[in-house]
């Protein structure tokens, strides 16, 4: 089961204003919108919902338009045909609200072999950050985080660190963690939150500024959430999202980030998504 489909993040969906449904032990997100109607998310679904009470619910609550984005073991061709069958007055989205590809680290192996994985020029970052006199803490600083995050991301920043607060609020200590990477100034120059969902670390929000940057901090930073994650018993850490060559057209923002997450020596995860053409 992955993180969207767990209870503390359900908590956190209703304290944004969502209606959360619960259906065969699994949630769905209902938020009903001016002019345009009720938007149902189904995300990261391990089964796709039976169809026939899904219709009926749809009608229940006058659903206008639908996000189905399920969990990546679901064929792509079981979600096409399953979509077909939903009626044509509602609208169905093929603009994912969630990533349709994602980059895990496998990190059951032990650090001298999961440090070997990174990338030559990842390993020489990591020692020139060290060198540089980055040094990354561990906490649960959000407020630090937020800060830095809001920083790296200019005028818009609140913009990408909207709702952080209360995600934070609604996950137990034991299930997340702040790294925060300072200068010998004692300044936080980066940050990443990690969450904890059953086996998996998510690598959920990262941010960094200029000098971080110049300084190696955020790479870093990935090195010691990788060994975060183990310690904390997760066997995996996901990156949360890259960019999908099957969505060229897609996120071309996001090809940036993808390289830099890339060079940690994990493996890539599809999840299927809607096609156009089966809308």
Known sequence: ?????????ADFITSLGWRVIT?????????RLPLVGALLKVQRVTKL???????????????????????ARIPMEELNAWIR????????SHDPFLP??????????????????????????VRRALKNHIRVIVGKDIRSLIRV????????GCITTYG??????????????TLLAYTARDTVVAGILLLYWQNTAYYWVAGATREGKHLFAPTLLVW?????????????????????????????????????????GGKDMYYPFVTAQNI
């Open 164 to 177: 952080l607060d209360k995600l934070w609020a609604q996950f137990p200590p034991d299930h997340k963690d």
């Open 85 to 92: 069958k939903i009626p044509g007055h509602i609208a169905v």
């Open 224 to 264: 010691e959430a990788i060994k975060c994650a183990k310690k904390r018993g997760a066997t995996q850490l996901d990156f949360v999202g890259v960019w999908d060559e099957r969505m060229p057209n897609q996120n071309h923002q996001w090809k940036g980030f993808t390289k830099f997450k890339e060079g940690f």
């Open 1 to 9: 089961m992955e993180i969207q489909q767990s209870k503390p993040y």
């Open 23 to 31: 259906r065969s032990r699994q949630y769905y997100y209902l938020k």
């Open 100 to 125: 349709t590809k994602t980059n895990r680290i496998d990190v059951r192996h032990d650090e001298q072999s999961l440090f070997h994985a990174l990338s030559e020029a990842k390993r020489r970052a």
């Open 149 to 156: 995050k809001n920083a790296s991301a200019g005028f818009l």
């Open 49 to 71: 919902p039976d169809l026939t009470s899904f219709l009926a619910l749809l009608k229940t609550e006058r659903v206008t338009r639908l996000a189905v984005e399920p969990d």
